[in-house]
């Protein structure tokens, strides 16, 4: 399914009404600066979408969530291009989540894509990935957070803007420590992407010094996830879930799923915090970040939008900015350029985080501070101070280089 | 009001070993909505006054006589009578001002409306908006010429200078500086337009004739991180030999030979040091710390800070008095 981002024609004619406006009307001016041809550059948006159940009404996904961020990045492009001769336009395709995404990626090719925004599950961005190196097309996964992708999955031709799970972990994990709550109890959905985020739990729980004193799965029975009635029983549930527990400082909850997460804080046997996919949450945005000129983005995504930006918002911003930003800094729209600027030491992108981003030669992901936040405000932000690294703080959140299984190709 | 300038000036005459003078500081402090006016002899809060919400750029009229604010989350620019210190009226300056530079004839204001990708131009006199020019994303820092033929405004997401032809309001020549441009600050003989860039961690110097960056200015402070180093606020002496950047949460101002664009030291002032203000003699220069809620004294003899003095929360702008 393919649709058509309303306004944009619109204000490509506006815009290029103008451009024969003004040298018509400064024609003298013209000899002397010769007329500038206007590059177009097009980002196409694959996108895996349904509509998506969830344990919390507050949680259920905008129908534009991300590709709001890459419109208004597409936006701050533009008023860029005005000073750079480029005008840049955005073209969304959808697939369904366990659906093809070969033909529609192909079709997008067709229609002349070379760097494509994807929110797409790890197997349909694999399954479209080599294509689009053959094709000489640049990939930004914002929806995969899928450490396999950056690992012994990874690809030359596309590049991170999504956290991993293992730098969310990680990110969680410092920040307890700091805090000296080092010991943990882990609660895991029994779907396999519960079962990574609990991986990327164990790992940064080792990494960090943290302490797992019991883990537990959560199964999912198919149970409804929203009742009229069911307040009650959740409430006796999860405390029953939770009884037999070890003494601990912490509940993590690994349920990207919907099952239970949602359910556990304020219901557990004893009294405890609740981080993970619950309670004190790892994000690469926060609708609450008013730090380092943040109210600036969210005030014009709100003005835009008339809604909060999410992370996958901020991600697709991010991914569009950094194609944005690779096509002024080269004056043009050579996608081997870009990409090796994106790759040069040259390259960082301003997200609103504190520091520039730069992307982690090695596997292409974009290095970036991790926001830690509850539902209504940001607590801390990772690195935590004091968590060392020889290149760069930001990579102590993830696989390092000495532990990569990637070799790009 | 002259008559206590006076009156500072003649007490001030009898103690030459103080590194200031008497002129009067004025800090906009962003977080708790007032303004903070100093004595810059004593080192001194004289009064602190309330004034719009999230007061940021500040700046004065060449006589001294009224203070303009931008309250930024009030839409407005305030007209502060130095002599009464009261509100006495406002200028149209389109949403969110966040800096803005007055033309070396007093006579307009150019403002930065962050949200509206826009500098307004507005007549000071009339109080009239002369015009709006389209800039990049989040326009920002703003210098002008001492000719007053051509303004800089500075665009955080668009990371360019965009010159500005003051007499058509029209955008001339844009250059691509490093990541989130804070500042432009031109040469006091107008060769030269200095601009930081906050997330770069870099200066841009550029060729005001040529129009292209001439040199990058690099900061390195022993025992800090990289990422800690964020250049905002720039200050160039009149004599044009030295240029002092603040480098925010990095704690320290820069002190720059202009000559040789080598970094010569390194003052530690407050914590998130934002913005900064020779007085008219040159004698020190005021550095707004953000997060420490106070100001530094620096006596630019000999770069060493002097004295720090807490004004309000999150104090962002200074400005000094003329005389």
């Given at each position: 399914?393919?649709s058509a981002?309303?306004?944009?024609?619109?204000?490509f004619?506006?815009?290029?009404?103008?451009?024969?406006?003004?040298?018509?009307?400064?024609?003298q001016?013209?000899?002397?600066k010769?007329?500038?041809k206007?590059?177009?550059?097009?980002?196409?948006?694959?996108?895996?979408?349904?509509?998506?159940?969830t344990l919390?009404?507050?949680?259920?996904?905008?129908?534009?969530?991300?590709?709001?961020?890459?419109?208004?990045?597409?936006?701050?492009?533009?008023?860029?291009?005005?000073?750079?001769?480029?005008?840049?336009?955005l073209?969304?395709?959808?697939?369904?989540?366990d659906?093809?995404?070969?033909?529609a990626?192909?079709g997008?090719?067709a229609?002349?894509?070379?760097?494509?925004?994807?929110?797409?599950?790890?197997k349909?961005?694999?399954?479209?990935?080599d294509?689009?190196?053959?094709k000489?097309?640049?990939?930004?996964?914002?929806?995969a957070t899928?450490?396999?992708?950056?690992?012994?999955?990874?690809?030359?031709n596309?590049?991170h803007?999504?956290?991993?799970?293992?730098?969310?972990?990680?990110a969680?994990?410092?920040?307890?420590?700091?805090k000296?709550?080092?010991?943990?109890?882990?609660?895991?959905?029994?779907?396999?992407?519960?079962?990574?985020?609990?991986?990327a739990?164990?790992?940064a729980?080792?990494?960090?010094?943290g302490?797992?004193?019991?883990?537990?799965?959560?199964?999912?029975t198919?149970?409804?996830r929203?009742?009229?009635?069911?307040?009650?029983?959740?409430q006796?549930?999860i405390?029953?879930f939770?009884?037999?527990?070890?003494?601990?400082?912490?509940?993590?909850v690994?349920?990207?799923?919907?099952?239970?997460g949602?359910?556990v804080?304020?219901?557990?046997?004893?009294?405890?915090?609740?981080?993970g996919?619950?309670?004190?949450?790892?994000?690469?945005?926060?609708?609450?970040?008013?730090?380092w000129?943040?109210?600036?983005?969210?005030?014009?995504?709100?003005?835009?939008?008339?809604r909060?930006?999410?992370?996958k918002?901020?991600?697709?911003?991010t991914?569009?900015?950094?194609v944005g930003?690779?096509?002024?800094?080269?004056?043009g729209?050579?996608?081997?350029?870009?990409?090796?600027y994106?790759?040069?030491?040259?390259?960082?992108?301003?997200a609103?985080?504190?520091?520039?981003?730069?992307?982690?030669?090695?596997?292409?992901?974009?290095?970036?501070?991790?926001?830690?936040?509850d539902?209504?405000?940001?607590?801390?932000?990772?690195?935590q101070e004091?968590?060392?690294?020889q290149v760069?703080?930001?990579?102590?959140?993830?696989?390092?280089?000495?532990e990569?299984k990637?070799a790009?190709? | 009001m002259q008559?206590?300038?006076?009156?500072?000036?003649?007490?001030?005459?009898?103690?030459?070993?103080?590194?200031?003078?008497?002129?009067?500081?004025?800090?906009?402090?962003?977080k708790?909505?007032?303004?903070?006016v100093?004595?810059?002899?004593?080192?001194q809060?004289?009064?602190?006054?309330?004034?719009?919400?999230?007061?940021?750029?500040i700046?004065?009229?060449?006589?001294?006589?009224?203070?303009y604010?931008c309250?930024?989350d009030?839409?407005?620019?305030?007209?502060?009578?130095?002599?009464?210190?009261?509100?006495?009226?406002?200028?149209p300056?389109?949403?969110?001002?966040?800096?803005?530079?007055?033309?070396?004839?007093?006579?307009?204001?150019?403002v930065?409306?962050?949200?509206?990708?826009?500098?307004?131009a507005?007549?000071?006199?009339?109080k009239?908006?002369?015009?709006?020019?389209?800039?990049?994303v989040?326009?920002?820092?703003?210098g002008?010429?001492?000719d007053?033929?051509?303004?800089?405004?500075t665009?955080?997401?668009?990371?360019?200078?965009?010159?500005?032809?003051t007499?058509?309001?029209?955008?001339t020549?844009?250059?691509?500086?490093?990541?989130?441009?804070?500042?432009?600050?031109?040469?006091?003989?107008?060769?030269?337009?200095?601009?930081?860039a906050?997330?770069?961690?870099?200066?841009?110097?550029?060729d005001?004739?040529?129009r292209?960056?001439?040199?990058?200015i690099?900061?390195?402070?022993q025992?800090?991180?990289?990422?800690?180093i964020?250049p905002?606020?720039?200050?160039i002496?009149?004599?044009?030999?030295?240029?002092?950047?603040a480098l925010?949460?990095?704690?320290?101002?820069?002190v720059?030979?202009?000559?040789t664009?080598e970094?010569?030291?390194?003052?530690?002032v407050g914590?998130?040091v934002?913005?900064?203000?020779?007085?008219?003699d040159?004698?020190?220069?005021?550095?707004?710390?953000?997060n420490?809620?106070?100001i530094?004294?620096?006596?630019t003899?000999t770069d060493e800070?002097?004295?720090s003095?807490?004004?309000?929360?999150?104090?962002?702008?200074?400005v000094?008095?003329?005389?």
């Amino acid at each position: 399914m393919t649709s058509a981002v309303p306004g944009t024609l619109a204000a490509f004619l506006c815009f290029f009404s103008l451009t024969v406006n003004v040298s018509d009307a400064t024609g003298q001016e013209t000899v002397a600066k010769p007329e500038k041809k206007i590059i177009e550059i097009k980002i196409g948006y694959l996108r895996a979408y349904a509509p998506q159940l969830t344990l919390s009404m507050l949680d259920l996904p905008p129908r534009d969530e991300g590709v709001a961020g890459a419109e208004v990045a597409i936006g701050d492009n533009n008023t860029t291009g005005k000073f750079t001769n480029q005008k840049f336009s955005l073209d969304v395709t959808e697939v369904k989540p366990d659906g093809d995404a070969v033909q529609a990626f192909e079709g997008m090719i067709a229609k002349g894509d070379r760097y494509v925004v994807a929110d797409l599950s790890a197997k349909q961005l694999l399954s479209i990935a080599d294509i689009a190196r053959d094709k000489g097309v640049l990939i930004f996964n914002v929806g995969a957070t899928d450490d396999s992708l950056r690992e012994e999955d990874c690809r030359i031709n596309v590049f991170h803007i999504a956290p991993t799970r293992s730098m969310l972990a990680d990110a969680l994990a410092q920040y307890l420590m700091v805090k000296k709550w080092p010991n943990w109890v882990l609660l895991y959905g029994s779907h396999e992407q519960d079962h990574l985020y609990a991986d990327a739990l164990r790992r940064a729980a080792t990494r960090f010094g943290g302490q797992i004193v019991a883990e537990k799965e959560f199964k999912d029975t198919g149970t409804a996830r929203r009742t009229d009635t069911g307040a009650t029983q959740i409430q006796q549930q999860i405390s029953v879930f939770t009884q037999d527990l070890p003494e601990h400082d912490v509940v993590l909850v690994a349920d990207e799923s919907e099952v239970f997460g949602t359910y556990v804080p304020y219901r557990t046997w004893t009294p405890r915090l609740v981080a993970g996919t619950a309670g004190l949450v790892a994000s690469s945005w926060h609708p609450a970040s008013e730090q380092w000129g943040g109210i600036q983005m969210q005030s014009r995504f709100l003005k835009t939008t008339s809604r909060r930006m999410l992370s996958k918002d901020m991600s697709a911003w991010t991914a569009v900015r950094a194609v944005g930003e690779a096509t002024t800094r080269t004056k043009g729209d050579d996608a081997k350029k870009i990409s090796d600027y994106i790759r040069s030491d040259d390259f960082s992108v301003a997200a609103f985080k504190g520091q520039k981003l730069t992307f982690r030669k090695w596997n292409l992901q974009l290095r970036q501070p991790i926001l830690l936040g509850d539902t209504k405000s940001v607590v801390s932000t990772s690195p935590q101070e004091g968590y060392l690294h020889q290149v760069s703080e930001l990579d102590t959140l993830g696989v390092d280089q000495p532990e990569t299984k990637c070799a790009l190709k | 009001m002259q008559k206590r300038a006076c009156a500072f000036a003649i007490l001030a005459a009898g103690f030459t070993a103080s590194p200031a003078s008497a002129y009067t500081a004025y800090v906009s402090n962003e977080k708790d909505n007032t303004m903070t006016v100093v004595d810059t002899a004593t080192m001194q809060v004289v009064k602190t006054v309330e004034v719009g919400q999230r007061p940021r750029g500040i700046t004065i009229s060449h006589d001294g006589k009224f203070v303009y604010l931008c309250a930024s989350d009030d839409d407005t620019i305030q007209i502060i009578d130095t002599a009464t210190l009261e509100i006495v009226g406002t200028l149209p300056s389109g949403p969110d001002p966040e800096l803005f530079v007055l033309s070396p004839d007093g006579k307009t204001l150019y403002v930065a409306n962050e949200d509206d990708n826009l500098v307004t131009a507005i007549d000071v006199e009339s109080k009239q908006v002369l015009a709006e020019i389209p800039v990049g994303v989040e326009p920002e820092g703003m210098g002008v010429s001492p000719d007053g033929k051509t303004m800089v405004n500075t665009s955080e997401t668009t990371s360019m200078a965009h010159f500005i032809d003051t007499g058509t309001h029209e955008v001339t020549d844009n250059v691509l500086v490093d990541t989130r441009p804070r500042f432009a600050e031109f040469k006091p003989d107008g060769s030269q337009v200095w601009v930081s860039a906050e997330v770069g961690g870099t200066v841009s110097v550029i060729d005001n004739a040529k129009r292209e960056v001439v040199k990058k200015i690099q900061f390195a402070i022993q025992g800090l991180r990289a990422e800690t180093i964020q250049p905002v606020g720039i200050a160039i002496s009149a004599d044009g030999k030295k240029a002092y950047v603040a480098l925010g949460p990095a704690n320290h101002v820069a002190v720059i030979n202009t000559d040789t664009y080598e970094v010569e030291k390194y003052i530690l002032v407050g914590q998130r040091v934002w913005h900064l203000a020779f007085t008219p003699d040159q004698k020190t220069l005021i550095t707004t710390n953000g997060n420490s809620n106070d100001i530094t004294f620096i006596d630019t003899a000999t770069d060493e800070p002097v004295q720090s003095l807490t004004v309000g929360q999150q104090p962002w702008g200074v400005v000094i008095s003329p005389k």
